[in-house]
């Protein structure tokens, strides 16, 4: 099993900038294929971004492609979300994913969610 905490989450104005963070709890961190999703308020959860085991392959929703950038450290345990030229639709909560499944990344199934951080893009 893991548990994953994100953090990073805040209040921007539209064009800027945040960085999330995801720290996973366990030792077999770079087993798992890392993933992010949102869920803004009244809608579904839907497919942000997802990384690799080893971080060699990506996949972006296209919605945030050339935008956003996933990314993790093995070392740290942590897999990271940079976003940038932040828009007011990107406003929602940011939910770190994560499986010991294999296969395709675009259709990537996911056992272990966090708590969720709550980004907001103020036009």
């Known amino acids: 099993q893991v548990q994953l905490v994100e953090s990073g989450g805040g209040l921007v104005q539209a064009g800027g900038s945040l960085r999330l963070s995801c720290a996973a709890s366990?030792?077999?961190?770079?087993?798992?294929?890392m993933g992010w999703f949102r869920q803004a308020p009244g809608k579904e959860r839907k497919f942000v971004a997802a990384i690799s085991w080893s971080g060699g392959s990506t996949y972006y929703a296209d919605s945030v492609k050339g935008r956003f950038t996933i990314s993790r450290d093995n070392a740290k345990n942590t897999v990271y979300l940079q976003m940038t030229s932040l828009k007011p639709e990107d406003t929602a909560v940011y939910y770190c994913t994560a499986t010991v499944r294999t296969g395709d990344l675009s259709r990537m199934a996911y056992d272990y969610w966090g708590q969720g951080t709550q980004v907001t893009v103020s036009s």
């Open positions: 366990g030792r077999t961190f770079s087993s798992y294929n």
